[in-house]
């Protein structure tokens, strides 16, 4: 059976956020589009858009304590640092 492992840092939407070209940011509270995502449902719609979801679900604080399963493992946390992994590809997807 496939098991999913996570890098062992963690990294913000904040942090994966690129400038984009002719944009205007409107600032909008995560906490309320999952208000409204829950509104929806509630209303008996059944579903929401896709975005809306997606949006609600970044309000979110996800985290994994990844040190109990690495170990298990054996995997050497170490050699999966942010600076070893996900620094060079984003600097190489820019």
């Known amino acids: 059976a496939p ?3 996570v890098d062992p840092f963690l990294v913000s939407i904040a942090e994966l956020a690129r400038p984009a070209k ?3 940011s409107v600032p909008v509270p ?3 589009l999952a208000g409204m995502r829950t509104a929806l449902l509630r209303a ?3 579903w929401t858009p896709a975005s809306l979801d997606t949006l ?3 309000a979110m604080d996800n985290v994994f304590d990844y ?3 690495f170990s298990r493992l054996g995997i ?3 050699a ?3 600076e070893k992994t996900f620094d060079p590809y984003w600097k190489e997807q820019a």
């Open 22 to 24: 002719r944009t205007i």
């Open 3 to 5: 098991l999913l492992v």
């Open 76 to 78: 050497d946390t170490d």
């Open 56 to 58: 609600a679900f970044l």
């Open 67 to 69: 040190a109990p399963t």
């Open 44 to 46: 008996g719609l059944g």
């Open 80 to 82: 999966f640092t942010r």
């Open 30 to 32: 995560l906490s309320s």
